[in-house]
């Protein structure tokens, strides 16, 4: 008798402290309850060589928990030649988006760092930044990596976006040099005799053509 009751205490020991167990797991965090905060980059205008290019960047808290209340860091570091000239807060709805321009090592490398508190579900900052391009950048394409972290020890990352730019031909696509069209001028403008004109405006294998006669093209 004395031995049934002492495996029924034990029995309903062992079921409070699964009880106890189940109530320490269910109290966990869940990873997807954690504060998914996005991040895109774009830019605005275009970029060429020798001009001003600007960069935007959006972080925006899209889940349904907020940051911690070391907020957020976004991170932007530029490719060797461009140079980082000035940015600024376009939007931002936590009140409390900051950034500065940096020179990590090595020296040629410029970035960006920007700063945020907390960040609550649906709550966003929008950067616009403004960076010198060479007027020898190369190569033509300028691609770079904006990061973001919530904030602690360690930071822990958040998401990363990527953006490519054309520096030549006003942003547009191409090496930087060569024509588009074999255009064909004789005959189409009035010429003077003996003037020295490139039929195809500098197409791969042109050659020069002398002496047009003065006139309009006629059917």
Do not use: W
Request: charged residues 15%; neutral net charge.
């Amino acid at each position: 008798m004395a031995i049934r009751t002492l495996r029924r205490r034990f029995a309903a020991l062992g079921t409070v402290l699964g009880l106890g167990v189940a109530v320490f797991v269910t109290g966990v965090t869940p990873a997807y309850a954690q504060a998914q905060v996005e991040l895109t980059k774009t830019h605005v205008g275009e970029f060429t060589r020798g001009g001003v290019g600007t960069y935007r960047i959006t972080v925006r808290n899209t889940g349904a928990e907020p940051t911690n209340d070391f907020g957020t860091q976004m991170e932007d570091t530029y490719p060797p030649g461009i140079t980082f000239l000035e940015s600024r807060v376009v939007s931002d709805t936590t009140g409390t988006a900051e950034c500065e321009g940096r020179i990590p090592q090595p020296p040629d490398r410029t970035g960006l760092t920007c700063r945020s508190g907390r960040m609550n579900p649906g709550d966003s900052y929008v950067i616009e930044a403004d960076v010198f391009i060479p007027s020898n950048q190369q190569p033509c394409t300028v691609t770079n990596t904006a990061s973001v972290f919530e904030g602690g020890t360690p930071p822990r990352l958040l998401d990363t976006a990527s953006h490519t730019v054309n520096v030549c031909n006003g942003g547009n696509g191409g090496n930087g040099g060569g024509s588009i069209l074999p255009i064909n001028l004789s005959g189409l403008l009035p010429m003077y005799n003996n003037v020295t004109t490139n039929n195809n405006i500098h197409s791969p294998g042109a050659t020069n053509v002398s002496g047009q006669t003065f006139g309009l093209n006629t059917p």
